[in-house]
C-alpha cells in the first residue's frame, strides 16, 4: 500500500525554525517527484514547493523562497521541508503529495496519494 | 502566474441531485486540469485528471469535462458522502501548481 506519513509539525515562535518530514512506503521512492501542500485554518491549498525524484529540481512557492528549502533522501525514502524566519502567515497544515509518475514530455501531472497532514503553529 | 477561479464557491444541493461545479483559469491550459475532493480534517483525494480522466476507484458518478480556460466537474447523483469541499488545480505551468479557491457543497 502506498502510504506518506508526516511529521514534525509543532507549535514555533515566530522568527523561528522548524523541519517538517514525510516518511514514504509502498513505492519506489527515487522514481517520484514530490510536493509540499499547505492549507491554512479554514483556508484553501497552496502549492509550496515540489522536487524531483533525484533531487536536482526544486521550486518553490514566492510566498515561501528563500525561506524555506526542500531536500529528500531516497535511501530513506524520506522528504524534507526545512522552514526558516516563520511567520503568522505560515500556520497551517502540512500536506506531502506524491507527485504523478514520470513519463517522458511534456503531459498533464496531478499529485496522488497525500499525506494525513502535520500542524504548523506560528504564535508567541 | 496562472489563476484559478472556481464557481460557486458554495452550493447548497440534495441527495439525488445533478451537481455542476466550474473551474475557469486565467489563461489557456490545455487539459492540464485536476478535481480533488476534501472532507473536514481529511486529506485531499484526487478525483479527476487531466480534466475527465477518472482517478482509480472514484464512483462513475464523478465526471470531468473542458479544455482551454474552461472546465467542469459534474456529478451525476449525489450521494451523502459527496458532501465535501472541491478545489480545481492547473498543471500546466511549472510547479508549484495552483489550486482553485474551492467549493464548498452542502446539504440543502
Known amino acids: 500500500e502506498v502510504q506518506l506519513v508526516e511529521s514534525g509539525g509543532v507549535l514555533v515562535q515566530p522568527g523561528g525554525s522548524l523541519r517538517l518530514s514525510c516518511a514514504a512506503s509502498g513505492f519506489t521512492f527515487s522514481s517520484y517527484g514530490m510536493n509540499w501542500v499547505r492549507q491554512a485554518p479554514g483556508k484553501g491549498l497552496e502549492c509550496v514547493s515540489y522536487i524531483s525524484g533525484s533531487g536536482r529540481v526544486r521550486y518553490y512557492a514566492d510566498s515561501v523562497k528563500d525561506r524555506f528549502t526542500i531536500s529528500r533522501d531516497n535511501a530513506k525514502n524520506s522528504l524534507f521541508l526545512q522552514m526558516n524566519s516563520l511567520r503568522a502567515e505560515d500556520t497551517a497544515v502540512y500536506y506531502c503529495?506524491?507527485?504523478?509518475?514520470?513519463?517522458?514530455?511534456?503531459?498533464?501531472?496531478?499529485?496522488?496519494?497525500w499525506g494525513q497532514g502535520t500542524l504548523v503553529t506560528v504564535s508567541s | 502566474d496562472i489563476q484559478m477561479t472556481q464557481s460557486p464557491s458554495s452550493l447548497s444541493a440534495s441527495v439525488g441531485d445533478r451537481v455542476t461545479i466550474t473551474c475557469r483559469a486565467s489563461?489557456?491550459?490545455?487539459?492540464?486540469l485536476n478535481w480533488y475532493q476534501q472532507k473536514p480534517g481529511k486529506a485531499p483525494n484526487l478525483l479527476i485528471y487531466?480534466?475527465?480522466s477518472l482517478q482509480t476507484g472514484v464512483p462513475s458518478r464523478f465526471s470531468g469535462s473542458g479544455s482551454g480556460t474552461d472546465f467542469t466537474l459534474t456529478i451525476s447523483s449525489l450521494q451523502t458522502e459527496d458532501f465535501a469541499t472541491y478545489y480545481c488545480q492547473q498543471s500546466y505551468s511549472s510547479p508549484p501548481y495552483s489550486f482553485g479557491q474551492g467549493t464548498k457543497l452542502e446539504i440543502k
Open positions: 487531466a480534466a475527465s
Open positions: 503529495a506524491r507527485d504523478s509518475p514520470m513519463v517522458r514530455g511534456d503531459v498533464p501531472r496531478w499529485f496522488d496519494p
Open positions: 489563461q489557456s491550459i490545455g487539459t492540464y
